[in-house]
């Protein structure tokens, strides 16, 4: 199940967010940033991010996975960066399980 429901969200977000920079581009998030509430909505995602990382890094390392593509890819990428460490995280535990 910890695998199941970051996998539902991942795939359709990661194909809608693909879609979106293919039609609008890159400069298109940068517009909307400028606007009240497109500037507030990226304030609480980078807050939102912030709070998930500090409780996903010390995570991954007692796991053994490396935290820094997680950090790394949330500066780029977002959730869907969060969502992969969800599904690499998963993965991990099975693995670790099966073993």
């Known amino acids: 199940m910890r695998f199941i429901i970051p996998l539902v969200v991942f ?3 990661t194909i809608f967010s693909v879609f979106v920079v293919a039609d609008q ?7 909307a ?3 009240g509430w497109g500037l507030q909505v990226f304030l609480d995602l980078v807050i ?3 709070i998930c990382l500090t409780y996903i890094v010390p995570e991954a390392k ?3 996975i ?3 593509p997680t950090v790394v ?3 780029l990428l977002g959730s869907i960066s969060l969502l992969a ?3 690499h995280r998963a993965v991990v535990e099975r693995r670790a399980a099966t073993a």
């Open 11 to 13: 795939i359709p977000f």
């Open 25 to 31: 581009g890159l400069w298109a998030l940068v517009e």
């Open 33 to 35: 940033h400028k606007a």
């Open 48 to 50: 939102s991010a912030t």
């Open 62 to 64: 007692q796991k053994g």
């Open 66 to 68: 490396n935290p820094w």
């Open 73 to 75: 890819g949330a500066v």
């Open 85 to 87: 460490y969800l599904l």
